[in-house]
């Protein structure tokens, strides 16, 4: 029987070892597969309205830690602005929209009024360093590996739960940079 099939097929059929060729070919499958469900299960996004919302993330804290960020990218693919206006949690007692700049040589980070503006047919990104959120009076330590739910309202598009990724305490941590935490 082994006489009718492909030499590849005959060899794994009889338990004689693949060629290097082809044990190198198969590995290297397998590999890309491998790195094809990588950022599959890195990234997540929500969707509400016409909105995406794409890798809600923050950061491990430190024990004793009081606040965490949090950051995201908002698309908009309507044809109309929208606006973030809430943010809400069980991690913390409170949740804000930040915006962080420099005024006189200090950082500052203060909260934003009004909500934030999604432009019709563009993005917001929230990351480290711009807007972010800020998750104050914790109610527990975000730990590395875990998911924290949140929920965002937007003035058009409505609410929507997401689920922050908890990542690893980062170089660009609270503790690394001097803050004036304006009220």
Not at 69 to 76: D, M
Not at 95 to 119: N, Q
Not at 124 to 135: E, T
């Amino acid at each position: 029987m082994s006489n009718l099939l492909p030499k590849p097929q005959a060899f794994a059929l009889r338990g004689a070892p693949l060629p290097s060729l082809q044990r190198l070919s198969l590995a290297l499958c397998v590999l890309l597969l491998l790195l094809a469900c990588i950022p599959a299960a890195i990234a997540h996004e929500f969707k509400v309205g016409d909105l995406e919302i794409e890798h809600p993330w923050s950061r491990a804290t430190p024990p004793g830690a009081k606040v965490a960020g949090g950051y995201f990218t908002v698309i908009n693919k309507g044809s109309a602005p929208d606006r973030l206006l809430s943010i809400s949690s069980d991690i913390s007692a409170k949740a804000e929209l930040h915006e962080m700049g420099v005024k006189d040589g200090v950082m500052t980070m203060r909260p934003v009024e009004g909500g934030l503006e999604i432009p019709a047919g563009g993005k917001v990104a929230l990351k480290p360093g711009a807007y972010h959120l800020m998750f104050t009076g914790l109610k527990r330590q975000p730990k590395q590996g875990e998911k924290f739910p949140a929920t965002l309202t937007f003035e058009k598009a409505g609410s929507v739960k997401v689920e922050f990724a908890v990542e690893g305490m980062g170089e660009m941590g609270s503790d690394d940079m001097d803050m004036d935490h304006a009220e």
